[in-house]
């Protein structure tokens, strides 16, 4: 499919999409109009139309979506077609928890990415096993990206150690990182970086609450 | 201060900068050039002033900003001047992780919101402790938030109980909900909610990815 260079914003909403499309896609629901997905997705059909049509449009005149092509192609455009094997650092409070919600996680979407090694640099975690996953020591990346060539890589080690380790990870061969250390990163433009910092989307929360309050 | 309507986009670069300015406060920073602001935070100068200038400005002339004044005031536009008590509803993997991460963290900005109260529906769980916090049945949140009013509630329970959690927070008084469950709720325009899918996220990764692979 031709795809012209789309707009960040369109990119960002196309995971709703996705889950929408699925949660319909596991109802049964085969066609779906604009109008009604506008109606649960709580935004506009024309917006919807939009969207997608940056994508080369999916519907049809009279009849609507085609549920399951639609999410298969947005799926094929986030590149979830394909299973994503990934590693994680930082086997700490949020690695622990990472580990185990990708274990034991039975959506279909979930399931698209694969946690196939955990690391940390602490010695008393050598060996235990994670989710069904062993710990190894972060030392031992390098060979293990060998064997087995991954592309992403979870970072939930402490603030002050992420930026190294991110740089590690890039040395050896990762591409994309998913950010959960509360700082940015400054890596080369060979690698993209997803940022999950709770606290910043914690504080919007703050703002928000303290602007309905004003309207009381 | 006078405000006047701020985009989202802006509310949504103000934890960003007060992250920054954080650290800088942490270094014995007194006071920073918009450039040099800039610099570090890799967005322009212009949009430094521009972002701030929406908030009356903070910047002199020659001098550039202090920088614990403007962290102060843009704490205190994000509302986080005061403590905010949170409670949680969903003491699992997630749940857990958060719990930790609120008692254990040192951070100025993390303290700034305290978690008070653990709920569940699960009787096995009932009275045990979480960093510190004893567990409570579900059903007794309306009798707690009667005795601590609470506003944020953290929403960490399975997708299929959320929306029935999330109104039940509401019917009790909670006015903001900081959600983990991956899906949208549907609740009154008196209630704010902040998002946290972080499979939307890992998706747009997968899709970034992806598209860095296209210039190989």
Do not use: C
């Amino acid at each position: 499919m031709p795809q012209r260079d789309i707009s960040k914003a369109v990119i960002r909403r196309l995971p709703r999409y996705y889950r929408y499309l699925g949660d319909l896609l596991s109802d049964g629901t085969e066609r779906i109009s604009s109008n009604d997905l506008s109606r649960i997705m709580k935004v506009t059909a024309s917006q919807i139309r939009q969207d997608l049509n940056n994508f080369g449009g999916f519907g049809q005149q009279g009849y609507g979506y085609n549920v399951e092509y639609l999410h298969d192609e947005i799926g094929k455009i986030l590149g979830i077609d394909d299973t994503h094997d990934m590693i994680l650092a930082g086997v700490g409070n949020f690695g622990h928890t990472l580990a185990k919600y990708f274990s034991e996680s039975k959506k279909s979407s979930t399931r698209r990415f694969r946690l196939v090694g955990l690391f940390d640099v602490n010695p008393e975690l050598e060996g235990r096993e994670v989710a069904g996953i062993r710990v190894r020591m972060l030392e031992d990346l390098p060979a293990f990206l060998k064997e087995n060539p991954v592309e992403i890589g979870i970072l939930t080690v402490p603030a002050n150690a992420a930026s190294s380790t991110a740089e590690f990870m890039v040395e050896n061969g990762i591409r994309a990182i998913w950010n959960y250390a509360h700082i940015d990163l400054k890596l080369p433009e060979s690698v993209v970086v997803e940022n999950v910092h709770l606290l910043d989307s914690l504080m919007t929360l703050s703002y928000n609450l303290k602007e309905l309050k004003k309207k009381d």
